[in-house]
């Protein structure tokens, strides 16, 4: 059968999480000549203008919303609902339709319905799915035993990003051009932290950790969200606000920090890695599955600046080439567009060969 065409379902038009593996996926596919489209639910004030994004509806589960998306979705074989946020609206808006939907969990499933009710609730909302595709085995462990889905409808689809994207600094000269482009400090250490400044990310332990460290060391954090009022960054802390394109940060830091509560496969972490930067994170999720403990960098456990802190000065203090080779390796090896896109092209087709036996 011809390669089947396919709709990439985001919450809202920013380029962040899951969203920015859609953008990803939705770009590799039209550019091996699969038909594809991409569609958000709802605006968002923080979006940058993207004419290219089309917003079905004033939120993400009005009826409006709802009836465009079945609309769009009439002409699709395929929809691929990116996040918890489009799950609902797929179950609901798809619901008796022909076209059927695969969901891409990127999260962990125990932070987000560990609610009894809302763990029912998922749970419902997921069998709806023809096929639902996680970014680590052991994330479709959780789903098979937590909500009694079927084997042979999971998947494993790792979070991936184009690896030309994110190339390290090929030496000190475009190292200081990074930051000269984005105004930070030329002789200093440097730690890049990149992530939604909300309660889940933790941006306030970032600042906690940072000020354990010398004073010579700089933290530069990149990202926009509710939080951004109440941090209270010192001399030494660079607040970039969102950042289009984070390649030229990575280029510039020395290590990436992520200090989140809870994350599934973080892609900022396969960002950095593709950049060859090492990185200091919370053992939270799936972390563990891009940032190998005492190869690509160090992990600790969530909630502790102190543990932050000493993992820095750690990687700061010691020779972190052969961090940033093994950061990189495992990085392409696991998570480039490329092949993921290939196993995303295998799964479509299967979900739309069943359709077609269903028709």
């Known amino acids: 059968m011809a390669d089947p065409r396919v709709l990439h379902v985001i919450t809202d038009p920013r380029a962040r999480g899951a969203q920015r593996l859609a953008r990803d996926l939705h770009r590799e596919l039209l550019r091996r ?13 923080d979006a940058a203008p993207d004419a290219a994004v089309p917003v079905l509806g004033p939120s993400r589960h009005h009826p409006a919303t709802l009836r465009a998306l079945r609309t769009l979705a009439a002409r699709a074989d395929v929809v691929v609902a990116h996040g918890s946020s489009t799950l609902q609206a797929c179950a609901l808006g798809l619901f008796a339709a022909r076209t059927p939907f695969v969901y891409v969990n990127i999260g962990d499933p125990r932070h987000w319905t560990a609610d009894p009710l809302r ?27 937590r909500f009694r889905l079927p084997a042979r409808r999971l998947h494993t689809l790792p979070n991936a990003r184009p690896a030309d994207r994110f190339r390290p600094a090929a030496d000190p000269a475009a190292k200081a051009a ?51 009022a109440a941090l209270a960054p010192g001399p030494r ?18 290590l990436l920090l992520l200090t989140s509560d809870s994350e599934g496969v973080p892609g900022v972490l396969i960002e950095a890695a593709l950049a060859a930067l090492p990185a200091v994170a919370t053992d939270v999720g799936w972390v563990a599955d891009v940032v190998r403990p005492g190869e690509g960098g160090l992990l600790v456990p969530p909630g502790d600046p102190a543990a932050l802190a000493g993992a820095l000065r ?10 940033a080779t093994a950061a ?28 077609e036996r269903a028709a």
Not at 330 to 351: G, K, S
């Open 237 to 254: 802390t660079h607040l970039l606000g969102p950042l289009d394109d984070p390649a030229p940060l990575y280029r510039a830091a020395d």
């Open 119 to 145: 763990r029912l609730r998922v749970g419902a909302l997921l069998h709806r799915a023809a096929a639902v595709a996680a970014i680590s085995p052991h994330a479709v462990d959780v789903l098979r035993t």
């Open 33 to 45: 000549g699969q038909p594809s489209e991409l569609a958000a639910l709802h605006p968002h004030p």
């Open 178 to 228: 990074a930051r000269t482009e984005l105004g930070l400090p030329a002789d200093v250490p440097l730690i890049a932290w990149v992530g939604a400044l909300s309660p889940e990310k933790r941006p306030d332990l970032a600042l906690a950790a940072h000020a354990l460290l010398p004073p010579d060391v700089h933290l530069a954090l990149a990202g926009e969200g509710p939080l951004r």
């Open 328 to 355: 990189r390796s495992h990085a392409l090896a696991h998570f480039d567009l490329a092949a993921v896109t290939t196993a995303w092209q295998h799964l479509l087709r299967e979900v739309a060969r069943t359709r």
């Open 314 to 323: 750690t990687l700061l203090t010691t020779d972190r080439t052969p961090y």
